[in-house]
C-alpha cells in the first residue's frame, strides 16, 4: 500500500478508536452514541440472527431497482438534451434547483397513484437519483474535446464505434460519477420513505429502534447500511480504474 | 462551463421564454395527472396556488417560515465557510488532499439521512439539530470542490506567493481563493441546494416549526394542497437563488 494510503488508513482507524475511547470513557453518553465495537457486534448479530434479513433484503431490492431505472433513464435523458441544446437551456436552471425540493414529500401522492406495494418507494429513489445522472452525462458530454470527435472522423468511425470508440469513454469518468452520486440518492429516497411510512425495511426497522430506545439494533442498522453504500461505491470506483487502466490511463 | 455560448440579450430572451414553455409544460402536465389520479391524491395546480395565497396571508405562517429560513441561514454560513476553510487547508497540503480526497468522497455519497437518529440524539429535537442536519448535507461538496481547486492550482501562483513572502493566510486570502473562486461557486451551488434540502430533512423528522414541520403535517393528514403549495414556495426559492448562482457561475467561468 502506498504511503497515502497508509495515512489515510492511520487516519480513519484513529477516528474509530477515538470515538471507541470516548464512548467506553463515558465522555459521550452511551444514550447518543454506542461505541463502535458494539455497533459491529449488533451489526454481525442482527445479520446472524437472521430476523431483519426480509427487511434488509427489501431494501435492497428497491434501492436496486430504483437505481437502475434511474441510470438508464438519466442517461438516455441526458444524452436526449445533449442533442437538444435550447431544451436543455431551457431546462438548466430546474435541474440546479431540483434537489432544493425533497422529493419524498411526493410519498403520499405515489402511494395513492401505484398502491400500497413497493412501486412508491422505488419510484421516490428513482426520482431522487435521476437528476443526478442527467447533470453528470450533460457534464461528461459537455468535456468531451472537439478534436476527438475529428479524429473519429478522420478515421471515417461508423456511427457505432464513435459512440462506443470515443463518445462512452471519454465521458466515463463522468458517468461512473453519476452513477455514483445514485447510489447515494436511491438510498436517500428509498430510506427516507421507509422512515416517513412504511411497515417493512431497514429505514422502517431504523425508526422503530429509535423510538424504541433500543440503541443497539438502531446502531448496528446505521453501521449495516453506510457499509452496504461504501461497498457499493467501492465496487464502482475499483471498477472504473479498472477500465482506466486498461485503457493506459487517462 | 461549454453551457455558457450565448449572453446575447436577444439569446437570453428566447432562454427565458423557452424556461418558461418547459414550465408550462410541467403545469400542464400536472394538471392531468391531477384528473388522472382525482385531487385526494393530487390537487390542481390553481388549488395549491390558491392555498399558498392563503397560507402566505396567514399570521401563523410566518413564525415557521422565519424559523425555516434561520435554521436554514445558520446551516448555510457553516456549510460555506467551514466548506471554504477546510477546503482551502486540505487543498493548500498536497499530502493532506491526498489522504482526505477518498474519504470525502465516501462520505459525500453515504446516504446522510440514516444520521438523523445520530443528530437527534446529540442536539435533541429543534434547532441545533436542523442546523447541523443541514450543514452534513451542504458542506462536504464545498469542501471537494474547493480542495479540488486548491489542489489544481497553477504552481506559478504558489511560487509567486513564496517569492513575496506570504505567511499561510495571507496567501489563502489573496491567491488561493481569488484564484479558485469559478470552482468555489460551483461547489457553493451544489452546496446550497443540499442545504436546503439537509435543513427540512431535519424539519420533517425533527421539529414543532417550520416548512418541514408543516410538509410533515399536511403528509399525515393528506392535505395535498398544502404540500404542494409548500413545495412550490420551496421551487421557486430555490430556483430564483440558483438560477442567480448559476449566472454567477457562467460570468466566472467565462473570465478565466
Keep these: 500500500m502506498s504511503r497515502v494510503g497508509l495515512i489515510r488508513l492511520a487516519v480513519v482507524v484513529a477516528f474509530v478508536a477515538l470515538l471507541e475511547l470516548a464512548t467506553r470513557a463515558g465522555w459521550i453518553s452511551s444514550y447518543s452514541l454506542i461505541p463502535p465495537s458494539q455497533m459491529a457486534v449488533a451489526a454481525v448479530q442482527i445479520l446472524l440472527a437472521g430476523r431483519m434479513l426480509d427487511d434488509i433484503l427489501l431494501t435492497l431490492q428497491n434501492v436496486a431497482a430504483a437505481f437502475v431505472l434511474a441510470v438508464v433513464v438519466g442517461f438516455f435523458g441526458g444524452v436526449l438534451l445533449h442533442q437538444a441544446p435550447r431544451l436543455r437551456r431551457a431546462v438548466d436552471p430546474l435541474l440546479a434547483s431540483y434537489y432544493a425540493v425533497p422529493v419524498f414529500i411526493f410519498y403520499p401522492l405515489m402511494i395513492v397513484i401505484f398502491g400500497l406495494n413497493a412501486w412508491p418507494l422505488i419510484i421516490i429513489g428513482f426520482l431522487f437519483a435521476v437528476a443526478a445522472m442527467v447533470v453528470n452525462t450533460l457534464d461528461g458530454f459537455d468535456r468531451i474535446p472537439r478534436v476527438f470527435f475529428k479524429v473519429a472522423r478522420v478515421q471515417r468511425l461508423s456511427w457505432t464505434a464513435e459512440v462506443f470508440q470515443v463518445t462512452l469513454p471519454a465521458a466515463a469518468p463522468y458517468l461512473f460519477n453519476g452513477a455514483k452520486l445514485c447510489v447515494a440518492y436511491a438510498f436517500i429516497g428509498v430510506i427516507a420513505g421507509e422512515f416517513i411510512l412504511a411497515g417493512a425495511g431497514m429505514g422502517y426497522e431504523i425508526a422503530f429502534a429509535y423510538n424504541n430506545f433500543d440503541n443497539r439494533t438502531m446502531y448496528g442498522l446505521m453501521l449495516l447500511l453506510l457499509v452496504f453504500v461504501t461497498t457499493v461505491n467501492m465496487s464502482l470506483y475499483a471498477w472504473e480504474q479498472r477500465l482506466q487502466r486498461r485503457r493506459g490511463g487517462r | ?256
Design chain 2, 1 to 256: 462551463m461549454a453551457t455558457a455560448t450565448t449572453s446575447l440579450p436577444a439569446g437570453a430572451g428566447r432562454q427565458a421564454r423557452d424556461t418558461l414553455l418547459v414550465l408550462l409544460g410541467l403545469i400542464v402536465l400536472w394538471q392531468l395527472l391531477h384528473w388522472l389520479a382525482g385531487s385526494v391524491a393530487l390537487a390542481s395546480p390553481w388549488a395549491s396556488v390558491v392555498r399558498l395565497g392563503e397560507l402566505l396571508g396567514r399570521a401563523s405562517f410566518y413564525p415557521n417560515l422565519a424559523e425555516t429560513a434561520l435554521a436554514f441561514g445558520q446551516a448555510l454560513v457553516i456549510s460555506l465557510l467551514g466548506g471554504l476553510a477546510i477546503g482551502v487547508a486540505l487543498g493548500a497540503n498536497r499530502l493532506a488532499g491526498a489522504v482526505a480526497d477518498p474519504i470525502l468522497v465516501a462520505l459525500y455519497s453515504i446516504p446522510k439521512v440514516t444520521l438523523y437518529p445520530l443528530i437527534l440524539l446529540f442536539f435533541g429535537l429543534g434547532m441545533e439539530a436542523k442546523v447541523a442536519f443541514g450543514a452534513i448535507h451542504g458542506i462536504i461538496p464545498v469542501i471537494i470542490f474547493t480542495m479540488n481547486a486548491v489542489r489544481h492550482i497553477r504552481p506559478v501562483y504558489l511560487r509567486s506567493a513564496r517569492v513575496m513572502r506570504l505567511g499561510p493566510l495571507e496567501t489563502a486570502r489573496t491567491i488561493l481563493v481569488p484564484a479558485c473562486i469559478p470552482e468555489i461557486v460551483s461547489g457553493f451551488r451544489i452546496g446550497f441546494a443540499l442545504t436546503i434540502l439537509g435543513t427540512l430533512i431535519g424539519e420533517l423528522f425533527a421539529s414543532q416549526r417550520g416548512l418541514g414541520f408543516l410538509l410533515m403535517k399536511a403528509m399525515h393528514s393528506n392535505d395535498t394542497p398544502t404540500i404542494l403549495a409548500i413545495a412550490l414556495l420551496l421551487f421557486a426559492f430555490a430556483s430564483l437563488c440558483s438560477w442567480g448562482l448559476l449566472a454567477l457561475d457562467r460570468r466566472l467561468h467565462r473570465r478565466t
